[in-house]
Protein backbone atom coordinates (compact mmCIF):
# COMPACT_ATOMS: atom_id res chain seq x y z
CA UNK A 1 0.00 0.00 0.00
CA UNK A 2 2.64 2.09 0.83
CA UNK A 3 4.21 1.77 -2.63
CA UNK A 4 1.16 2.20 -4.46
CA UNK A 5 0.80 5.91 -2.55
CA UNK A 6 4.03 6.84 -3.33
CA UNK A 7 3.77 6.05 -7.03
CA UNK A 8 0.82 7.96 -7.57
CA UNK A 9 2.45 10.61 -5.60
CA UNK A 10 4.58 10.89 -8.09
CA UNK A 11 1.81 10.79 -11.06
CA UNK A 12 1.72 14.36 -12.49
CA UNK A 13 -2.24 16.42 -13.93
CA UNK A 14 -0.85 15.44 -17.40
CA UNK A 15 -0.24 11.91 -16.61
CA UNK A 16 -4.00 11.54 -15.52
CA UNK A 17 -5.36 13.69 -18.47
CA UNK A 18 -3.52 11.51 -20.78
CA UNK A 19 -4.55 8.47 -19.74
CA UNK A 20 -8.24 9.91 -19.44
CA UNK A 21 -7.90 10.90 -23.14
CA UNK A 22 -6.43 7.67 -24.39
CA UNK A 23 -9.25 5.80 -22.85
CA UNK A 24 -11.97 8.21 -24.79
CA UNK A 25 -10.37 7.64 -28.03
CA UNK A 26 -10.30 3.88 -27.51
CA UNK A 27 -13.88 3.63 -25.93
CA UNK A 28 -14.84 6.23 -28.80
CA UNK A 29 -13.34 3.82 -31.67
CA UNK A 30 -14.81 0.75 -30.27
CA UNK A 31 -18.15 2.74 -30.47
CA UNK A 32 -17.47 3.84 -34.06
CA UNK A 33 -16.73 0.02 -35.05
CA UNK A 34 -20.09 -1.59 -33.33
CA UNK A 35 -22.26 1.24 -34.63
CA UNK A 36 -20.75 0.10 -38.28
CA UNK A 37 -21.25 -3.56 -37.25
CA UNK A 38 -24.24 -3.22 -36.32
CA UNK A 39 -25.58 -1.23 -38.79
CA UNK A 40 -23.92 -3.60 -41.52
CA UNK A 41 -24.58 -7.43 -40.18
CA UNK A 42 -27.60 -6.41 -37.69
CA UNK A 43 -25.54 -8.03 -34.69
CA UNK A 44 -22.90 -6.59 -31.77
CA UNK A 45 -19.73 -7.96 -32.85
CA UNK A 46 -18.95 -8.45 -29.09
CA UNK A 47 -21.64 -10.32 -28.09
CA UNK A 48 -21.61 -12.17 -31.30
CA UNK A 49 -17.51 -13.42 -30.52
CA UNK A 50 -18.93 -13.69 -26.96
CA UNK A 51 -21.65 -16.48 -27.86
CA UNK A 52 -19.32 -17.91 -30.57
CA UNK A 53 -16.23 -18.34 -29.05
CA UNK A 54 -16.46 -17.45 -24.88
CA UNK A 55 -19.79 -19.38 -23.95
CA UNK A 56 -18.05 -22.47 -25.66
CA UNK A 57 -14.90 -22.03 -23.12
CA UNK A 58 -17.12 -21.56 -19.84
CA UNK A 59 -19.54 -24.23 -20.31
CA UNK A 60 -22.55 -22.47 -21.93
CA UNK A 61 -24.76 -24.48 -24.41
CA UNK A 62 -25.01 -22.78 -27.78
CA UNK A 63 -28.60 -23.19 -29.15
CA UNK A 64 -28.91 -24.62 -32.26
CA UNK A 65 -30.41 -22.88 -35.29
CA UNK A 66 -34.31 -23.65 -35.79
CA UNK A 67 -35.14 -25.58 -39.46
CA UNK A 68 -36.24 -23.63 -42.35
CA UNK A 69 -40.02 -23.49 -41.79
CA UNK A 70 -42.58 -22.88 -44.65
CA UNK A 71 -45.63 -20.34 -44.83
CA UNK A 72 -47.66 -21.56 -42.36
CA UNK A 73 -46.92 -24.67 -39.61
CA UNK A 74 -49.02 -26.98 -41.37
CA UNK A 75 -46.83 -27.30 -44.49
CA UNK A 76 -44.68 -30.93 -44.55
CA UNK A 77 -40.89 -31.01 -45.07
CA UNK A 78 -40.87 -30.98 -48.42
CA UNK A 79 -42.20 -27.71 -49.41
CA UNK A 80 -40.66 -26.17 -46.17
CA UNK A 81 -36.84 -26.84 -48.00
CA UNK A 82 -38.38 -25.90 -51.04
CA UNK A 83 -39.90 -22.13 -49.99
CA UNK A 84 -37.31 -19.52 -50.61
CA UNK A 85 -37.33 -17.13 -48.26
CA UNK A 86 -37.83 -13.86 -50.35
CA UNK A 87 -39.61 -14.46 -53.30
CA UNK A 88 -40.82 -11.79 -55.08
CA UNK A 89 -44.15 -11.88 -56.78
CA UNK A 90 -46.07 -9.94 -59.85
CA UNK A 91 -48.06 -7.04 -58.32
CA UNK A 92 -51.72 -8.24 -58.88
CA UNK A 93 -53.19 -5.29 -59.15
CA UNK A 94 -50.68 -3.48 -61.19
CA UNK A 95 -51.09 -0.16 -62.63
CA UNK A 96 -50.85 1.04 -66.59
CA UNK A 97 -47.24 2.28 -67.33
CA UNK A 98 -48.87 5.05 -69.41
CA UNK A 99 -52.22 5.70 -68.07
CA UNK A 100 -51.09 5.14 -64.03
CA UNK A 101 -47.67 5.46 -63.43
CA UNK A 102 -46.63 8.33 -66.74
CA UNK A 103 -48.96 10.48 -65.52
CA UNK A 104 -47.82 10.41 -61.97
CA UNK A 105 -44.25 11.53 -63.27
CA UNK A 106 -45.44 14.25 -65.48
CA UNK A 107 -47.91 15.73 -62.63
CA UNK A 108 -45.04 15.51 -59.68
CA UNK A 109 -41.79 14.91 -61.44
CA UNK A 110 -40.67 11.76 -59.39
CA UNK A 111 -40.34 8.42 -60.91
CA UNK A 112 -42.57 5.86 -59.20
CA UNK A 113 -41.06 2.84 -60.50
CA UNK A 114 -37.51 1.60 -59.62
CA UNK A 115 -34.69 0.12 -62.51
CA UNK A 116 -35.37 -2.93 -60.87
CA UNK A 117 -38.92 -3.08 -60.71
CA UNK A 118 -39.01 -2.39 -64.23
CA UNK A 119 -36.22 -4.69 -65.24
CA UNK A 120 -38.31 -7.21 -63.82
CA UNK A 121 -41.08 -6.45 -65.86
CA UNK A 122 -38.94 -6.86 -68.89
CA UNK A 123 -38.16 -10.20 -67.63
CA UNK A 124 -42.09 -11.41 -67.54
CA UNK A 125 -42.82 -10.22 -70.64
CA UNK A 126 -40.08 -11.71 -72.00
CA UNK A 127 -41.10 -14.97 -70.63
CA UNK A 128 -44.93 -14.78 -70.78
CA UNK A 129 -44.84 -13.37 -74.52
CA UNK A 130 -41.94 -14.46 -76.19
CA UNK A 131 -40.79 -18.26 -77.13
CA UNK A 132 -38.67 -20.83 -80.00
CA UNK A 133 -40.84 -20.18 -83.00
CA UNK A 134 -40.94 -16.20 -83.00
CA UNK A 135 -38.53 -16.31 -86.04
CA UNK A 136 -41.34 -17.68 -87.77
CA UNK A 137 -43.63 -14.63 -87.47
CA UNK A 138 -41.90 -11.70 -88.40
CA UNK A 139 -44.02 -9.62 -86.24
CA UNK A 140 -43.02 -11.86 -82.90
CA UNK A 141 -39.40 -11.55 -84.04
CA UNK A 142 -39.98 -7.52 -83.75
CA UNK A 143 -41.40 -7.71 -80.54
CA UNK A 144 -38.83 -10.09 -79.02
CA UNK A 145 -36.38 -7.43 -80.09
CA UNK A 146 -38.96 -4.62 -78.04
CA UNK A 147 -39.74 -6.46 -74.77
CA UNK A 148 -35.76 -5.88 -74.45
CA UNK A 149 -35.23 -1.96 -75.32
CA UNK A 150 -34.78 -0.20 -72.69
CA UNK A 151 -36.18 3.13 -74.09
CA UNK A 152 -39.80 3.13 -73.95
CA UNK A 153 -39.83 5.08 -77.23
CA UNK A 154 -37.99 3.10 -78.33
CA UNK A 155 -40.76 -0.49 -77.49
CA UNK A 156 -43.49 1.65 -78.97
CA UNK A 157 -42.03 2.30 -82.11
CA UNK A 158 -41.02 -1.73 -82.40
CA UNK A 159 -44.44 -2.05 -81.46
CA UNK A 160 -46.04 -0.21 -84.56
CA UNK A 161 -43.16 -1.52 -86.72
CA UNK A 162 -44.67 -5.13 -85.54
CA UNK A 163 -48.29 -3.88 -86.22
CA UNK A 164 -47.29 -2.96 -90.26
CA UNK A 165 -45.74 -6.56 -90.90
CA UNK A 166 -48.76 -8.19 -89.39
CA UNK A 167 -52.02 -6.18 -88.46
CA UNK A 168 -53.14 -9.30 -86.21
CA UNK A 169 -49.74 -8.53 -83.51
CA UNK A 170 -51.59 -9.10 -80.07
CA UNK A 171 -48.74 -8.47 -78.05
CA UNK A 172 -47.96 -5.12 -79.91
CA UNK A 173 -51.05 -4.13 -79.30
CA UNK A 174 -50.59 -5.38 -75.46
CA UNK A 175 -47.31 -3.21 -75.45
CA UNK A 176 -49.25 0.28 -77.01
CA UNK A 177 -52.18 -0.59 -74.26
CA UNK A 178 -49.63 -0.72 -71.24
CA UNK A 179 -47.02 2.42 -72.39
CA UNK A 180 -48.71 4.38 -75.27
CA UNK A 181 -52.33 4.96 -73.71
CA UNK A 182 -52.57 8.09 -72.30
CA UNK A 183 -56.10 7.36 -70.32
CA UNK A 184 -57.57 3.78 -69.30
CA UNK A 185 -60.04 4.49 -72.36
CA UNK A 186 -57.30 4.20 -74.89
CA UNK A 187 -55.57 1.42 -73.21
CA UNK A 188 -58.92 -0.73 -73.22
CA UNK A 189 -59.41 -0.20 -77.27
CA UNK A 190 -56.00 -1.29 -77.60
CA UNK A 191 -56.68 -4.27 -75.72
CA UNK A 192 -59.78 -5.34 -77.49
CA UNK A 193 -57.85 -5.14 -80.66
CA UNK A 194 -55.26 -7.41 -78.67
CA UNK A 195 -58.29 -9.31 -77.66
CA UNK A 196 -59.31 -10.20 -80.97
CA UNK A 197 -55.97 -10.49 -82.57
CA UNK A 198 -54.93 -13.14 -79.76
CA UNK A 199 -57.93 -15.16 -79.76
CA UNK A 200 -57.30 -15.48 -83.43
CA UNK A 201 -53.83 -17.02 -82.56
CA UNK A 202 -55.07 -18.99 -80.28
CA UNK A 203 -57.44 -21.47 -81.93
CA UNK A 204 -54.90 -21.42 -84.55
CA UNK A 205 -52.07 -22.84 -82.21
CA UNK A 206 -55.07 -25.15 -80.32
CA UNK A 207 -55.33 -26.94 -83.54
CA UNK A 208 -51.77 -27.42 -83.99
CA UNK A 209 -49.93 -27.64 -80.52
CA UNK A 210 -49.78 -31.73 -80.75
CA UNK A 211 -47.75 -31.54 -83.47
CA UNK A 212 -44.47 -30.77 -82.41
CA UNK A 213 -42.69 -29.43 -78.83
CA UNK A 214 -42.26 -26.03 -80.78
CA UNK A 215 -45.94 -25.70 -81.53
CA UNK A 216 -46.82 -26.76 -77.77
CA UNK A 217 -44.83 -23.86 -76.72
CA UNK A 218 -45.99 -21.55 -79.04
CA UNK A 219 -49.62 -22.81 -77.66
CA UNK A 220 -48.31 -21.44 -74.19
CA UNK A 221 -46.86 -18.37 -75.00
CA UNK A 222 -50.38 -17.70 -76.69
CA UNK A 223 -52.55 -19.11 -73.87
CA UNK A 224 -50.34 -16.13 -71.48
CA UNK A 225 -50.81 -13.44 -74.27
CA UNK A 226 -54.42 -14.17 -74.23
CA UNK A 227 -55.22 -14.55 -70.25
CA UNK A 228 -53.11 -11.47 -69.91
CA UNK A 229 -55.08 -9.26 -72.21
CA UNK A 230 -58.51 -10.87 -70.28
CA UNK A 231 -57.34 -9.86 -67.44
CA UNK A 232 -56.66 -6.84 -68.09
CA UNK A 233 -59.43 -5.82 -69.91
CA UNK A 234 -61.23 -6.84 -66.68
CA UNK A 235 -59.12 -4.72 -64.83
CA UNK A 236 -59.96 -1.40 -67.36
CA UNK A 237 -63.97 -2.29 -66.36
CA UNK A 238 -63.10 -1.91 -62.94
CA UNK A 239 -60.82 1.14 -63.21
CA UNK A 240 -64.26 2.65 -65.45
CA UNK A 241 -67.00 1.66 -62.85
CA UNK A 242 -68.18 -1.32 -64.92
CA UNK A 243 -67.59 -3.79 -61.69
CA UNK A 244 -70.15 -6.37 -62.39
CA UNK A 245 -68.76 -6.48 -66.12
CA UNK A 246 -65.63 -6.75 -64.33
CA UNK A 247 -66.51 -9.28 -62.17
CA UNK A 248 -67.88 -11.73 -64.67
CA UNK A 249 -64.71 -11.62 -66.88
CA UNK A 250 -62.43 -12.62 -63.82
CA UNK A 251 -64.77 -15.48 -62.54
CA UNK A 252 -65.28 -16.24 -66.61
CA UNK A 253 -61.47 -16.03 -66.79
CA UNK A 254 -60.73 -18.40 -63.35
CA UNK A 255 -63.12 -20.87 -64.99
CA UNK A 256 -61.74 -20.96 -68.66
CA UNK A 257 -58.13 -21.01 -66.94
CA UNK A 258 -58.28 -22.78 -63.79
CA UNK A 259 -54.82 -24.12 -63.61
CA UNK A 260 -53.17 -20.41 -63.96
CA UNK A 261 -54.13 -19.53 -60.30
CA UNK A 262 -50.45 -18.61 -59.50
CA UNK A 263 -50.77 -15.78 -61.32
CA UNK A 264 -53.45 -14.52 -58.39
CA UNK A 265 -56.42 -13.30 -60.56
CA UNK A 266 -58.51 -13.74 -57.05
CA UNK A 267 -56.47 -10.73 -55.73
CA UNK A 268 -58.08 -8.93 -58.53
CA UNK A 269 -61.67 -10.69 -57.77
CA UNK A 270 -61.89 -10.28 -53.97
CA UNK A 271 -60.84 -6.06 -54.65
CA UNK A 272 -64.27 -5.95 -57.11
CA UNK A 273 -66.04 -7.75 -54.30
CA UNK A 274 -65.66 -5.63 -52.11
CA UNK A 275 -66.24 -2.86 -54.08
CA UNK A 276 -69.49 -4.39 -54.73
CA UNK A 277 -70.18 -4.94 -50.99
CA UNK A 278 -70.82 -8.54 -52.43
CA UNK A 279 -69.55 -9.36 -48.66
CA UNK A 280 -71.13 -13.38 -49.20
CA UNK A 281 -69.04 -13.63 -52.31
CA UNK A 282 -65.66 -12.30 -51.22
CA UNK A 283 -66.36 -15.01 -47.62
CA UNK A 284 -66.99 -17.71 -50.80
CA UNK A 285 -63.44 -16.72 -52.69
CA UNK A 286 -61.78 -16.90 -49.30
CA UNK A 287 -63.10 -20.20 -48.81
CA UNK A 288 -61.47 -21.38 -51.64
CA UNK A 289 -58.25 -19.61 -51.67
CA UNK A 290 -57.69 -18.94 -47.80
CA UNK A 291 -56.30 -22.91 -47.62
CA UNK A 292 -52.65 -23.73 -46.03
CA UNK A 293 -51.40 -25.44 -48.80
CA UNK A 294 -51.35 -21.83 -50.30
CA UNK A 295 -49.08 -19.00 -50.25
CA UNK A 296 -50.61 -16.69 -48.49
CA UNK A 297 -50.89 -13.10 -49.21
CA UNK A 298 -51.78 -9.21 -47.48
CA UNK A 299 -54.69 -9.61 -49.54
CA UNK A 300 -55.98 -12.48 -48.05
CA UNK A 301 -55.31 -11.97 -44.99
CA UNK A 302 -56.39 -9.00 -44.39
CA UNK A 303 -59.93 -9.55 -46.22
CA UNK A 304 -60.78 -12.31 -43.74
CA UNK A 305 -59.84 -9.88 -41.08
CA UNK A 306 -61.75 -7.58 -42.70
CA UNK A 307 -65.09 -9.31 -42.91
CA UNK A 308 -64.87 -10.81 -39.15
CA UNK A 309 -64.33 -6.86 -38.13
CA UNK A 310 -67.21 -6.17 -39.93
CA UNK A 311 -69.39 -8.37 -37.89
CA UNK A 312 -68.51 -6.67 -34.52
CA UNK A 313 -66.97 -3.26 -35.36
CA UNK A 314 -70.00 -1.34 -35.49
CA UNK A 315 -70.67 -1.65 -31.85
CA UNK A 316 -67.15 -2.26 -30.32
CA UNK A 317 -66.31 0.02 -28.03
CA UNK A 318 -62.81 -0.70 -26.18
CA UNK A 319 -63.95 0.82 -23.06
CA UNK A 320 -66.82 -1.87 -22.75
CA UNK A 321 -65.21 -4.03 -24.03
CA UNK A 322 -62.28 -3.72 -20.93
CA UNK A 323 -65.42 -4.07 -19.05
CA UNK A 324 -67.29 -7.14 -19.53
CA UNK A 325 -64.73 -8.46 -21.68
CA UNK A 326 -64.52 -9.77 -25.63
CA UNK A 327 -67.54 -11.52 -26.83
CA UNK A 328 -66.91 -14.69 -29.27
CA UNK A 329 -66.80 -13.31 -32.24
CA UNK A 330 -64.80 -9.83 -30.82
CA UNK A 331 -62.28 -12.65 -30.06
CA UNK A 332 -62.80 -13.89 -33.68
CA UNK A 333 -62.20 -10.88 -34.96
CA UNK A 334 -58.77 -9.32 -32.82
CA UNK A 335 -57.84 -13.02 -33.93
CA UNK A 336 -58.46 -12.65 -37.53
CA UNK A 337 -56.47 -9.01 -37.20
CA UNK A 338 -53.50 -10.34 -34.94
CA UNK A 339 -53.04 -13.49 -37.58
CA UNK A 340 -53.58 -10.69 -40.53
CA UNK A 341 -50.75 -7.97 -39.00
CA UNK A 342 -48.28 -11.08 -38.02
CA UNK A 343 -48.34 -12.32 -41.76
CA UNK A 344 -47.50 -8.63 -42.84
CA UNK A 345 -47.26 -6.03 -39.80
CA UNK A 346 -46.51 -3.33 -42.14
CA UNK A 347 -50.27 -2.92 -43.22
CA UNK A 348 -52.02 -1.06 -40.12
CA UNK A 349 -49.89 2.08 -40.41
CA UNK A 350 -50.78 2.59 -44.16
CA UNK A 351 -54.77 1.64 -42.99
CA UNK A 352 -54.18 4.01 -40.33
CA UNK A 353 -53.20 6.64 -42.12
CA UNK A 354 -49.35 6.72 -39.85
CA UNK A 355 -47.40 6.69 -43.14
CA UNK A 356 -48.18 8.13 -46.51
CA UNK A 357 -49.01 5.95 -49.61
CA UNK A 358 -46.86 6.00 -52.96
CA UNK A 359 -48.16 4.25 -56.18
CA UNK A 360 -47.92 0.27 -55.44
CA UNK A 361 -44.76 -1.12 -58.02
CA UNK A 362 -45.02 -3.42 -60.55
CA UNK A 363 -43.41 -5.96 -58.28
CA UNK A 364 -44.41 -7.53 -54.75
CA UNK A 365 -42.31 -8.94 -51.81
CA UNK A 366 -45.03 -11.37 -50.00
CA UNK A 367 -44.67 -9.90 -46.14
CA UNK A 368 -43.01 -6.56 -47.15
CA UNK A 369 -43.68 -3.20 -47.35
CA UNK A 370 -43.85 -3.40 -50.78
CA UNK A 371 -46.91 -5.48 -50.07
CA UNK A 372 -48.42 -3.49 -47.32
CA UNK A 373 -48.38 -0.13 -50.50
CA UNK A 374 -49.86 -2.28 -52.72
CA UNK A 375 -53.01 -3.87 -50.12
CA UNK A 376 -53.58 -0.29 -48.97
CA UNK A 377 -53.65 1.45 -51.89
CA UNK A 378 -56.33 -0.47 -53.58
CA UNK A 379 -58.37 -1.63 -49.97
CA UNK A 380 -58.15 1.52 -47.96
CA UNK A 381 -61.47 2.66 -49.23
CA UNK A 382 -63.27 -0.77 -48.66
CA UNK A 383 -61.75 -0.72 -44.55
CA UNK A 384 -63.09 3.04 -44.59
CA UNK A 385 -66.73 2.41 -45.87
CA UNK A 386 -67.02 -0.15 -42.73
CA UNK A 387 -68.18 1.83 -39.90
CA UNK A 388 -65.56 1.15 -36.81
CA UNK A 389 -63.04 -1.35 -38.70
CA UNK A 390 -60.33 0.65 -38.71
CA UNK A 391 -61.02 1.83 -35.10
CA UNK A 392 -60.93 -1.91 -34.17
CA UNK A 393 -57.92 -2.11 -36.00
CA UNK A 394 -56.25 0.36 -34.24
CA UNK A 395 -57.22 -0.69 -30.97
CA UNK A 396 -56.11 -4.29 -31.22
CA UNK A 397 -53.15 -4.81 -34.20
CA UNK A 398 -50.33 -3.60 -31.58
CA UNK A 399 -51.36 -6.41 -29.47
CA UNK A 400 -49.97 -9.01 -31.92
CA UNK A 401 -45.91 -8.24 -31.15
CA UNK A 402 -46.86 -9.36 -27.83
CA UNK A 403 -47.92 -12.73 -29.29
CA UNK A 404 -44.68 -13.15 -31.36
CA UNK A 405 -41.44 -14.29 -29.31
CA UNK A 406 -38.60 -12.03 -29.06
CA UNK A 407 -35.84 -12.51 -30.79
CA UNK A 408 -37.98 -13.60 -33.48
CA UNK A 409 -36.76 -17.47 -32.98
CA UNK A 410 -40.21 -18.63 -34.18
CA UNK A 411 -43.45 -16.97 -35.51
CA UNK A 412 -46.75 -17.28 -33.92
CA UNK A 413 -49.31 -18.80 -36.79
CA UNK A 414 -46.57 -18.10 -39.67
CA UNK A 415 -42.86 -19.02 -39.68
CA UNK A 416 -40.63 -16.43 -39.02
CA UNK A 417 -40.56 -13.00 -40.35
CA UNK A 418 -37.42 -13.12 -42.93
CA UNK A 419 -35.03 -10.68 -42.73
CA UNK A 420 -33.93 -10.11 -46.46
CA UNK A 421 -37.20 -8.20 -46.94
CA UNK A 422 -35.81 -4.68 -45.70
CA UNK A 423 -33.00 -4.91 -48.34
CA UNK A 424 -35.83 -6.12 -51.47
CA UNK A 425 -38.35 -3.36 -50.99
CA UNK A 426 -35.68 -0.77 -51.03
CA UNK A 427 -35.06 -2.14 -54.57
CA UNK A 428 -38.87 -1.95 -55.38
CA UNK A 429 -40.14 1.02 -53.97
CA UNK A 430 -39.45 4.76 -55.11
CA UNK A 431 -36.21 6.46 -53.27
CA UNK A 432 -38.78 8.90 -52.06
CA UNK A 433 -40.63 6.14 -49.83
CA UNK A 434 -39.18 5.70 -46.48
CA UNK A 435 -39.33 1.94 -46.27
CA UNK A 436 -41.15 0.65 -43.28
CA UNK A 437 -38.72 -2.17 -41.66
CA UNK A 438 -39.48 -4.72 -39.24
CA UNK A 439 -38.57 -5.69 -36.69
CA UNK A 440 -36.91 -2.64 -35.53
CA UNK A 441 -33.28 -3.14 -34.49
CA UNK A 442 -32.72 -2.58 -30.91
CA UNK A 443 -29.26 -1.00 -30.11
CA UNK A 444 -27.32 -3.79 -28.56
CA UNK A 445 -26.03 -3.63 -25.02
CA UNK A 446 -22.34 -3.11 -25.87
CA UNK A 447 -23.33 0.48 -28.43
CA UNK A 448 -25.08 1.63 -25.22
CA UNK A 449 -21.80 0.37 -22.97
CA UNK A 450 -19.24 1.89 -25.42
CA UNK A 451 -20.83 4.92 -26.24
CA UNK A 452 -21.35 5.53 -22.63
CA UNK A 453 -17.78 4.52 -21.31
CA UNK A 454 -16.80 6.94 -24.30
CA UNK A 455 -18.82 9.76 -23.27
CA UNK A 456 -17.87 9.26 -19.27
CA UNK A 457 -13.98 9.06 -20.30
CA UNK A 458 -14.08 12.32 -22.53
CA UNK A 459 -15.95 14.06 -19.52
CA UNK A 460 -13.27 13.05 -17.29
CA UNK A 461 -10.66 14.08 -19.22
CA UNK A 462 -12.22 17.43 -19.57
CA UNK A 463 -12.54 17.70 -15.87
CA UNK A 464 -8.46 16.61 -15.55
CA UNK A 465 -7.82 19.33 -17.81
CA UNK A 466 -10.12 21.90 -15.86
CA UNK A 467 -9.14 21.30 -12.32
CA UNK A 468 -6.02 19.42 -12.43
CA UNK A 469 -5.27 19.27 -8.78
CA UNK A 470 -8.57 18.29 -7.72
CA UNK A 471 -9.02 15.25 -10.08
CA UNK A 472 -5.33 13.88 -8.75
CA UNK A 473 -6.74 14.17 -5.55
CA UNK A 474 -9.94 12.45 -6.82
CA UNK A 475 -8.02 9.44 -8.52
CA UNK A 476 -5.89 8.99 -5.22
CA UNK A 477 -8.52 8.64 -2.90
CA UNK A 478 -10.52 6.49 -5.29
CA UNK A 479 -7.50 4.18 -5.61
CA UNK A 480 -6.84 3.46 -2.19
CA UNK A 481 -10.50 2.80 -1.73
CA UNK A 482 -10.52 0.10 -3.83
Known sequence: LLTVTVF??????????????????ISGLIFVFEWWHFRKYGTSFIEQVSVSHLRPLIGGVENSPPAPAAFSAGENETSRQNMPECKVWRNPLNLFRGAEYSRYMWVTGKEPLTYYDMNLSAQDHQNFFTCDTDALRPSDTVMQKAWRERNPQARIKAAYQALELNNDCA?????????????????????????KAGE????????????????????????????????????????LGRIREAVKMMRDLMKEFPLLSMLNIHENLLEALLELQAYADVQAVLAKYDDISLPKSAAICYTAALLKARAVSERFSPETASKRGLSTAEINAVEAIHRAVEFNP?????????????????????????????????????????????????????????????????????????????????????????????????????????????????????????????????????????
Open 200 to 239: MIYRKSQNCHSQSPQHEAQLRRDTNVLVYVKRRLAMCARK
Open 8 to 25: LSTLTPKFYFALTVTSSF
Open 171 to 195: TAYVLLAEEEATTIVDAEKYFKQAL
Open 346 to 482: HVPKYLLEMKSLVLPPEHILKRGDSEAVAYAFFHLQHWKRIEGALNLLHCTWEGTFRMIPYPLEKGHLFYPYPSCTETADRELLPTFHEVSVYPQKELPFFIHFTAGLCSFSAMLALLTHQFPELMVIFAKAVSILS
